[in-house]
């Protein structure tokens, strides 16, 4: 394993990452004290429509620019490097300012014709308006520092925005409930306003400082003769970039809409009632789902991390070291999701009990426990083509994905399987996407390690075996207790076998951050 800025970026991001999860909880938290069912449902008609325009400007363009950044820096073309981050903030503060004013005209239209069924939502549509500005802005400089593999201030934003979010939703949430249920959830909405205000001013600041160094480094090693690139076609390439990662953000909530839409209905169908249908589902969608996304953060950050610094090699023309990073980074990515998936499976009605007071979430959560690990591949490979400009083939995989959950849904979700199959549909759908971005790899010359990838997974299984055991032993005492012994059994076993299995040797763990100081 090399010991490469994107392994300290991506642990950085994973850190950001879980604390930007964990604020999140607290706040929904005190948000469903303070509204109630009534006052969260407002807030949640107007906050999908928020996070849609945010997927159409500002989901694609940090991967966009952090690839053209990367490329430019790998030529040491820093005339070219400033002329991305000018361009891009121009581009990006007109479609922030349009797609702000289009929300702003068609709030009206939305409540008018139904698609918001509540007119009370209409003013905390109206409260997220100015966020969508500042936010649009925020990517370009994410972006920025993403493709000079600078991942803490990214990091660093994304935590202060949440937090600063959250005190605003609460206070002023607190504060306008006595006026109606309809101004404290526009309060609540609000909070996305000095959020993203706060983390573009904490961006700013990092610029600043970053600055002077960038300017000393242009002075020193700026390529000779270098040409200004064009506002148009800098304009061209980054849309063309960063259109297809954009689609492929739209396309989740479309993939997540499947099992709403569906599912329910399927389950009914099936000869489930209407309440026990909606029963299975919440098992799954508010249950499983949720921590299946929680596992998948560090190989999230790992893509992210994983894309400038590909696209680095890519500019250079180094294909052994692209196929280095490739290598290293799908290693990483089995060595936490295999493991988690293993353990989610066996442990999962244990899991359901520790976590949500229920064991009737454990059939949901043992079935979409594989998805963990191929959602990891399908984020990681998705980043290593992305690093190479292929941001296009990704988005194609994803839809081919989409297609097979539809088909998956229908054929699975039935009396026999129940909501397991709805869960297995979702499995399919990611491994269909993460096999045809391996596929595409290939066809790249990007090899893995497959035997590797083998040990981990026998590791993964021994791991298993210990888990049921530790958790079989220690049932009578206290069920809490004995599954939290078992995982930590399980972790320890695991972290045992990696080195006698050789999966990891002392010289790669030397390579890793945080942990290479005690291998010295």
């Not at 966009?64 to 891009?88: E, H, M, P, T, W």
């Not at 200004?228 to 689609?247: D, E, F, G, T």
């Not at 083509?385 to 194609?396: A, F, S, V, Y």
């Not at 079989?472 to 005492?477: D, F």
Request: proline share 4%; glycine share 8%.
């Amino acid at each position: 394993m090399s010991s490469d800025k994107f392994l300290r970026g991506a642990m950085i991001l994973t850190l950001a990452g879980l604390m930007v999860k964990v604020i999140g909880s607290v706040n929904r938290i005190l948000l469903s004290r303070l509204l109630g069912g009534e006052g969260i449902g407002l807030y949640q008609m107007a906050y999908p429509v928020y996070l849609l325009l945010l997927a159409i400007s500002a989901a694609g363009i940090p991967v966009a620019i952090s690839i053209i950044v990367a490329g430019f820096l790998a030529q040491k073309d820093y005339a070219n490097v400033r002329q991305v981050f000018r361009v891009s903030l121009r581009l990006m503060a007109c479609v922030g300012a349009v797609l702000a004013l289009c929300l702003v005209l068609a709030a009206g239209w939305l409540v008018d014709a139904g698609v918001i069924t509540d007119a009370r939502a209409y003013y905390s549509l109206i409260a997220l308006t100015p966020a969508i500005f500042f936010a649009t802005i925020l990517a370009s400089f994410r972006g920025y520092f993403q493709g000079h593999q600078l991942m803490t201030p990214p990091a660093v934003s994304q935590i202060v925005e949440q937090f600063i979010r959250v005190v605003t939703m609460v206070v002023l949430a607190y504060v306008l409930l006595p006026y109606g249920l309809e101004y404290a959830a526009a309060g609540a909405a609000f909070g996305a306003v000095p959020g993203s205000l706060t983390g573009l001013v904490v961006m700013d600041s990092f610029y600043r400082y970053y600055r002077k160094q960038w300017q000393a480094d242009a002075v020193k090693m700026q390529a000779p003769a270098a040409e200004l690139v064009r506002s148009s076609a800098l304009i061209k390439r980054l849309l063309l970039l960063a259109l297809p990662v954009s689609c492929a953000n739209i396309l989740v909530p479309v993939t997540s809409s499947i099992d709403v839409l569906l599912v329910p209905g399927r389950l009914i169908d099936s000869g489930f009632s209407v309440a026990q249908a909606t029963a299975q589902f919440g098992y799954l969608a508010g249950m499983a789902q949720p921590l299946l996304l929680m596992a998948t953060i560090p190989t999230m950050s790992l893509a992210t991390s994983l894309v400038p610094a590909v696209s680095e090699a890519f500019a250079l023309n180094k294909w052994q070291i692209i196929e280095q990073k490739a290598a290293t980074a799908m290693k990483l990515c089995c060595l936490i999701t295999v493991p988690a998936s293993v353990g989610m499976w066996v442990l999962a009605e244990p899991i359901s009990c520790l976590l949500y007071g229920t064991a009737k979430a454990g059939v949901a959560i043992m079935h979409s426990a594989p998805a963990i690990c191929l959602l990891g591949l399908q984020q990681v490979t998705t980043g290593m083509l992305q690093g190479m400009g292929h941001t296009n083939l990704p988005m194609l995989n994803m839809l081919i994905g989409i297609a097979a959950k539809l088909v998956a849904v229908c054929q699975l979700t039935n009396a026999e399987y129940g909501i397991a199959g709805a869960a297995w549909a979702t499995n399919i759908n990611f491994g269909v996407t993460a096999l045809l971005n391996i596929i595409a790899l290939y066809k790249f010359s990007i090899r893995f390690s497959w035997l590797s990838i083998a040990k981990i997974i026998a590791a993964a299984a021994v791991m298993g075996a210990v888990a049921v055991e530790a958790h079989t032993l220690l049932g009578g005492v206290s069920p809490a207790l004995a599954t939290i012994a078992a995982m930590l059994a399980a972790g320890i076993s695991y972290i045992i076998l990696l080195p006698l299995l050789g999966v990891l040797n002392r010289q790669e763990l030397r390579q890793l951050p945080v942990v290479k100081r005690f291998f010295k």
